[in-house]
């Protein structure tokens, strides 16, 4: 079945922890994005990648890293995690430009 | 950068008809996505725009004027579970896509 799955789908953490999400698809999918959705915001872009070590910043880059490492995983890392960074995060994947993005089912964050 | 425009609430009732708008001025342009979300969930895809004109999917059409950054989702014999936010995404061509903020659609008896 064709799918992206993030993991975990909830955490509740403290501030400064490290923490990383999971993204993987299996689509083959070049593109592939995360976002965080927050309430009277909408979906905003974080981060995107066209392809394996092609990574470039959306709309709300600070206090999060990404890597493209393998075209499938595509992960978020949060350094040192602050309450603002609470928020509902999508990862999304698409296989051109002009085609659907395919999202995964979202990572509830909590940080305390 | 992208500017989108789309209501943020509307309400209608079970059966009837509602059209959600949505403006938009991008530095390139592709085409426009309409996905649906339901709370909590992931976002959907409902329909893609490339050319002018109406494209119709069975309750859903989608309209599309490029020369006038303009399209809306129609919605037609409106059902409960048809609650839920719509985003409009112009595609610029270049990355991966953007959305406004969403249109909270309410579906009453």
């Known amino acids: 079945e064709a799918q992206v799955t993030q993991n975990p789908r909830y955490l509740i953490t403290v501030t400064g922890k490290k923490l990383t999400v999971t993204c993987s698809q299996n689509m083959n999918h070049e593109y592939m994005s995360w976002y965080r959705q927050d309430p009277g915001l909408g979906l905003r872009q974080i981060y995107y990648?066209?392809?394996?070590?092609?990574?470039d910043k959306g709309d709300v880059p600070e206090g999060y890293k990404v890597s493209r490492k393998e075209k499938r995983n595509f992960p978020l890392i949060l350094e040192s995690p602050s309450p603002n960074q609470t928020s509902l995060y999508f990862c999304a994947s698409q296989g051109a430009l002009g085609n659907e993005q395919f999202f995964g089912p979202g990572t509830r964050l909590t940080v305390l | 950068g992208q500017n989108i425009d789309q209501p943020t609430e509307m309400t209608a009732t079970e059966g009837a008809i509602v059209q959600i708008n949505c403006t938009y001025q991008?530095?390139?342009?592709?085409?426009l996505f309409w996905y649906q979300q339901h709370a909590g969930e992931a976002p959907t895809f409902l329909s893609y725009n490339v050319l002018d004109g109406l494209e119709e999917k069975g309750r859903f059409s989608s309209f599309l004027s490029r020369s006038k950054g303009y399209s809306y989702l129609l919605l037609k014999e409106l059902q409960m579970k048809d609650s839920a936010s719509y985003l409009c995404a112009p595609n610029s061509g270049y990355s991966t896509l953007t959305f406004g903020k969403g249109t909270m659609l309410l579906v009453s008896p």
């Open positions: 990648s066209m392809n394996v070590e092609v990574t």
């Open positions: 991008t530095s390139g342009f592709n085409g």
